[in-house]
C-alpha cells in the first residue's frame, strides 16, 4: 500500500491511522499563518509558525516544520523562497527524514503549507511523501486522537539530495513562458487578485500577463478542506485551457497556495510542472515587469 500512497501523494485519515505505529513513518504538521499588515506596509504580512497550534493538538507523533523559520531562504525580503540544497539536506536532516522514511505532511485550516512541503521534497527528489487529506481539520472530525505539548521529534538522519531542475523558476523564465504558446501560465490567487479588481498586498494588482486562473481555494471543499475529486479539479483546469500538452508555470502571491495547484495537477498525470517561487510578491514590486488587469 505504501508504494501505491507514495506514487499519487495523497493519504486519508483511516490510511494513515493504519500506519501510524510504523517506525519509518516521519509525521509532520507543517502549518504557518499569515498575520496580514495594514495597507501601505512595506511588507504584506508576517509569516508566524503554527508551534502554538501544534502544541495545542497534533496527530499522535508528529513533529513540527517552521517553514519559514528553517526550510527557506534567509537572505532574501521574499517570505518562504527555497533555500540552498545544502540548508534543506541539514533541517530535512534534523528532523529525522532519511532514504527510507515514509513522510506524511499535514496542516491546519489549508493543504497549501503541506503541498508545499511536498512540492520541495519532489524537487529534491524524495517522492515517498503523501499529503494528508482534510489535514488536522480532517482527523478531528473523524474523531481520531490527538496529543498535546511540544514536539518529541524523530532521531537525526542522513537526509541526501538529488535536486531536479524545472522545479522552481524565476521571474525572467516566467516573463519568456508568459509568451510562450505550449506553456500556460496558472494563477492560483483568487479572482478578485486575478483581475486586480480589489487592493494588492503585494504592489500592483493584477496578474500576470496572458495568466489563466484557477483559484487554489476552488480545489478543496471549504467544510471538510479536503481536496474536491480529481474529476472536478481536471475539469477546472480544463476549463482554463490548462492541457496535458503544455508545460505548466503556476504562481501565487508567495509561491505557497499554487503548490495545491501543482499537487493536483500532479495527481492527475501531468509532468511539465513548475512553480515560479517568487510569484506576485516579488513580480508586482518589479516595474519593469508587465502587469494586467480586468
Not at 85 to 113: C, D, K, P
Not at 283 to 294: F, N, R
Request: a negative charge; one cysteine or more.
Amino acid at each position: 500500500m505504501a508504494a501505491d500512497l507514495a506514487a499519487h501523494g495523497l493519504i486519508t485519515a483511516a490510511e494513515l491511522a493504519g500506519i501510524l505505529s510504523k517506525p519509518e513513518l516521519r509525521l509532520f504538521d507543517c502549518t504557518t499563518y499569515l498575520e496580514y499588515q495594514p495597507e501601505g506596509s512595506s511588507i504584506p504580512y508576517i509569516a508566524v509558525p503554527g508551534r502554538h497550534t501544534f502544541e495545542a493538538a497534533h496527530i499522535p507523533g508528529a513533529d513540527f516544520l517552521d517553514l519559514q523559520g528553517e526550510f527557506s531562504d534567509q537572505t532574501t525580503t521574499l517570505h518562504f523562497m527555497m533555500p540552498q540544497v545544502a540548508q534543506l539536506e541539514a533541517a530535512f536532516g534534523r528532523h529525522g527524514i532519511g532514504t527510507n522514511s515514509r513522510v506524511v505532511l499535514y496542516s491546519i485550516g489549508s493543504a497549501m503549507w503541506a503541498t508545499r512541503f511536498w512540492w520541495m521534497l519532489q524537487s529534491l527528489g524524495f517522492e515517498n511523501a503523501s499529503v494528508l487529506d482534510g489535514g488536522l481539520d480532517q482527523w478531528k472530525a473523524e474523531g481520531r486522537a490527538i496529543e498535546t505539548g511540544p514536539s518529541k521529534g524523530y532521531a537525526p538522519a542522513a537526509f541526501t539530495a538529488k535536486p531536479k531542475s524545472g522545479y522552481f523558476v524565476g521571474k525572467h523564465e516566467v516573463l519568456a513562458a508568459s509568451k510562450n504558446r505550449n506553456t500556460v501560465v496558472v494563477n492560483a490567487l483568487n479572482p478578485q487578485l486575478h483581475r486586480g479588481l480589489e487592493p494588492s498586498r503585494y504592489g500592483r494588482p493584477g496578474r500576470i500577463p496572458g495568466s489563466c486562473n484557477v483559484s487554489a481555494a476552488t480545489l478543496v471543499d471549504p467544510q471538510t478542506k479536503a481536496f474536491v475529486p480529481l474529476a472536478e479539479a481536471e475539469a477546472k483546469f480544463a476549463a482554463q485551457g490548462v492541457t496535458r500538452d503544455k508545460r505548466v508555470v503556476a504562481y501565487c502571491g508567495g509561491g505557497i497556495s499554487a503548490t495545491v495547484d501543482l499537487f493536483l495537477l500532479h495527481r492527475l498525470g501531468y509532468d511539465n510542472l513548475t512553480l515560479y517561487d517568487g510569484s506576485m510578491g516579488e513580480w508586482a514590486k518589479d516595474s519593469s515587469l508587465p502587469i494586467e488587469v480586468g
